[in-house]
């Protein structure tokens, strides 16, 4: 991408626009820092955000104090920001530098997990969970602190968590955001400069986990989709993206395994459309989603373009399609509902689409369509990676 090309504020200043798009990011995960180098875990509300305009949502706001999990994570994009914007901001460069640097030494003399302090707040520190560890935080800080800065402390590290359950070829396959473990593997394994065992084992362990949902692809589903039944919980689309990205790394290696470039395909029709729904998973772009639940940007028919929503939700949401996991994400309403919406709307509206529809009591909030359809920044940038990753 190039400067000028997304008609954005900062165009025209000789920076390619995805970077000044990504430098506001940047400047947010910077602000998370304390004195000490380790990162603060999360801004948020304390219990829930009105549905309208981010600008114009006055709640009461608070922030998590610091974990090793958020840290490592802060550590591993800003060593990798320090990397890329060498070349195109280097006094930014430099700032990144040097927070990296910092959260890299607190976490190399506090090397215990350190769990953030909720504040007292109901929201979840998912990263913090009890089933996730923070492995794969610190494995990817490790991989760009070695990669940017080539310290053989965080090469050390390295060599020692790749044996860890999170690096396995099943395990990196698990945990979504909470084990960034592909990340760090397909950084050593496309960096000439590693050395030569561990760039091995990382392709070694990448092609693994590749391979290990190859069958389904190629037999198993008639979709070609690399999910299981079981795969179908919240986040499945974004799931299978981060499936979809192991899978065309590893094709990237290994370019003599053409099945592999055609897997990666497979996955992103099954987003565009080609799956049970025969529904695009895209905002705008195909047969998609016309109008969504819990819309932070407001309530907008149709809504902006380009958002993955979260996908169907066997698990929360199972009851709009019994038996059929890939398929519970849309509910063909037979009669009118409440909020306006006409017979046969599909994509729904308002909580009340559930309690007019009997699948919730009126006034019960404990399932929504937010289980099915929240986008979230994270869902659409795994979708992005992908994207960018098809040039095969």
Not at 305 to 321: D, Q, R, S, T
Request: glycine fraction near 8%.
């Amino acid at each position: 991408m190039k400067d000028k090309e997304l008609n954005i504020p900062e165009s025209g200043n000789g920076i390619p626009d995805i970077l000044d798009e990504t430098k506001w990011g940047l400047i947010w995960v910077l602000s998370m820092q304390v004195e000490s180098g380790a990162f603060r875990h999360r801004e948020a509300v304390m219990e829930s955000s009105p549905e309208g305009p981010a600008d114009q949502d006055m709640s009461d706001r608070w922030i998590a104090g610091v974990s090793s999990a958020g840290t490592a994570k802060a550590v591993g994009c800003l060593a990798l920001a320090a990397r890329v914007y060498e070349k195109w901001d280097k006094a930014f460069a430099q700032r990144c530098e040097k927070a990296a640097k910092a959260g890299w030494e607190f976490l190399q003399t506090h090397p215990q997990r350190i769990l953030a302090d909720g504040k007292g707040a109901d929201q979840p520190l998912w990263d913090d969970e009890d089933d996730i560890t923070d492995t794969g935080s610190k494995f990817v800080a490790a991989a760009e602190m070695w990669r940017t800065f080539r310290d053989k402390a965080a090469l050390e590290q390295v060599k020692k968590l790749m044996k860890e359950p999170e690096a396995t070829p099943e395990g990196l396959l698990d945990g979504a955001w909470g084990n960034l473990t592909r990340w760090g593997l397909a950084t050593l394994a496309l960096d000439k400069d590693t050395p030569k065992d561990v760039r091995d084992d990382a392709d070694k362990k990448l092609l693994a986990a590749a391979e290990l949902m190859t069958p389904r692809i190629e037999g198993k589903d008639g979709y070609r989709v690399a999910h299981e039944p079981k795969d179908y919980y919240w986040a499945s689309n974004s799931n299978l993206m981060e499936k979809a990205h192991v899978i065309a790394v590893a094709a990237r290696l290994h370019p003599e395994k053409k099945n592999l470039v055609e897997a990666v395909r497979d996955q992103w029709h099954w987003i565009l459309g080609r799956n049970p729904n025969g529904y695009s998973m895209i905002t705008r772009v195909g047969k998609g989603p016309d109008r969504l639940y819990h819309m932070e940007w407001g309530t907008m028919e149709p809504p902006p373009p380009g958002f993955l929503v979260g996908g169907p939700n066997a698990m929360e949401m199972g009851y709009l399609a019994p038996g059929a996991p890939a398929k519970a994400i849309l509910w063909d309403n037979p009669r009118p509902l409440s909020s306006g919406l006409p017979p046969g709307s599909l994509w729904h509206w308002q909580q009340s689409d559930l309690w007019d529809s009997g699948f919730a009591a009126d006034g019960d909030w404990k399932d929504g369509w937010w289980c099915v359809s929240e986008p979230d920044i994270y869902y659409s940038a795994n979708f992005v990676l992908v994207g960018a990753t098809l040039d095969l």
